[in-house]
């Protein structure tokens, strides 16, 4: 049984264009398509006239459209379609237990678009047991990025921390047969920050970036052994992740950051760079969940 990636649809042209992007991603890598459109009828408490009947062909409808397209687009596909009596965040999320990806469409400037407007978007992004890859779109039309583009991945911590976020960035990149460029972000800790034992390790290694140099390579090392047909750039820089990696993947195709799963007392969240790369990032998006 082939692995899965689902992709959910609202109708608005921005998961048109996401549903596009997962199908050619699908093709490339041989996945199956399970496209999901979260539909549940909720009366309105305003005065206007509404039909249940007609509101449910229309969903059925929009799904068909959809198949029927990328079918005709993508005809190697493997895809199955369906409506789903539900709301989105948990139509999506059980769709997506135990699927290799979820892809969801954004506007293009940064804001979720139709029913995974906003809260609901981030919420998935969030809560998602499987990496999420937000899809940008103009008009309609997946900004995909240019075709040659790298893939960028943020790297951080050790070497497990990272290693799921790398997995999937190696793969992305063995995909497409393109560069794959690996960036870790440092800055100075707080002068209370400073230990005794963490300046002397650092001093070791001849320095504060010289350090992030030999941890990032460390990271990289098992995945270069699996992935030796993928060209890799290490990429150490002083500045916020958040900002070091919006520069460096301004013409990349797909970039990767990771979050780190973990409960706090407001709930689930996606972390500061994630965040940020969602809301400014040119090119789609994946957020990788880890611990």
């Not at 895809?79 to 769709?95: F, G, H, I, S």
């Not at 997506?96 to 992004?125: F, N, P, W």
């Not at 039309?141 to 497990?160: F, K, R, Y």
Request: hydrophobic letters at 45%.
């Amino acid at each position: 049984m082939k692995r899965t990636l689902v992709v959910g649809l609202d109708g608005s042209p921005e998961s048109r264009a996401a549903a596009d992007w997962a199908a050619e991603e699908a093709v490339r890598r041989d996945l199956h398509v399970h496209v999901v459109h979260a539909w549940l009828w909720q009366p309105l408490s305003v005065p206007l006239v509404q039909d249940q009947g007609v509101e449910a062909r229309r969903a059925q409808e929009i799904l068909e459209e959809t198949r029927a397209d990328l079918t005709r687009r993508h005809p190697r596909l493997s895809l199955t379609a369906e409506v789903v009596p539900d709301v989105p965040v948990p139509a999506l999320l059980r769709a997506a237990k135990d699927a290799e990806m979820l892809v969801l469409g954004t506007r293009g400037h940064g804001a979720l678009a139709g029913c995974l407007l906003g809260s609901y978007g981030q919420q998935l992004i969030a809560s998602a047991e499987c990496p999420v890859v937000s899809v940008r779109a103009r008009h309609g039309i997946a900004e995909t990025g240019p075709t040659e583009g790298e893939v960028v991945v943020g790297q951080q911590g050790g070497v497990e921390e990272s290693a799921d976020v790398l997995r999937f960035a190696f793969e992305a990149a063995a995909a497409r047969k393109v560069p794959l460029r690996a960036v870790r972000a440092w800055n100075l800790p707080p002068v209370y920050g400073y230990s005794p034992g963490s300046m002397w390790i650092a001093e070791q290694f001849g320095g504060l970036e010289t350090y992030e140099k030999a941890a990032l390579e460390q990271a990289l090392e098992p995945w270069r052994v699996s992935f030796p047909d993928v060209d890799v750039i290490a990429h150490v820089e002083h500045g916020s992740a958040g900002h070091v990696l919006l520069s460096v993947a301004s013409d990349a195709r797909l970039l990767v950051v990771g979050r780190q799963i973990r409960e706090s007392a407001l709930g689930t969240r996606t972390g500061s760079v994630a965040h940020a790369v969602l809301h400014h990032s040119t090119c789609p998006v994946a957020v990788v969940p880890h611990h």
